[in-house]
């Protein structure tokens, strides 16, 4: 069966780093669009940043420049490297995987991985 398992939030102070992991398995990992979304409690979900089996990324504009999404085939397993953290990334990290031209919202998702960013 497919899982996606996240790991790596935790407790930071503002202007920190953080990165998180998520590894694959059940899907020919290398093909999909893998993506981390958040949620923040009262608040909707919300695209982080994806990026594509062609290695394209896209990332929400409040993250630009602060954070980047990555993946290593070999290891079936997508990062996102946290600079710069403010308060307001605060939320539960989702990750997600997509068969290209699917519906993310109706593809895999993780367990969430918490990242609080608060001094």
């Known amino acids: 069966q497919v899982q996606l398992v996240e790991s790596g939030g935790d407790l930071v102070q503002p202007g920190g780093s953080l990165r998180l992991s998520c590894a694959a398995s059940?899907?020919?990992?290398?093909?999909?669009?893998m993506g981390w979304y958040r949620q923040a409690p009262g608040k909707q979900r919300e695209l982080v940043a994806f990026?594509?089996?062609?290695?394209?990324?896209n990332y929400a504009d409040s993250v630009k420049g602060r954070f980047t999404i990555s993946r290593d085939n070999a290891k079936f397993t997508v990062y996102l490297q946290m600079n710069s953290l403010k308060p307001e990334d605060t939320a539960v990290y989702y990750c997600?995987?997509?068969?290209?031209?699917?519906?993310?919202?109706?593809?895999?998702w993780g367990q969430g991985t918490q990242v609080t960013v608060s001094s």
């Open positions: 059940g899907i020919i990992f290398s093909i999909y669009t």
């Open positions: 997600n995987a997509h068969f290209p031209g699917s519906d993310y919202i109706n593809g895999y």
């Open positions: 990026i594509t089996g062609g290695t394209t990324t």
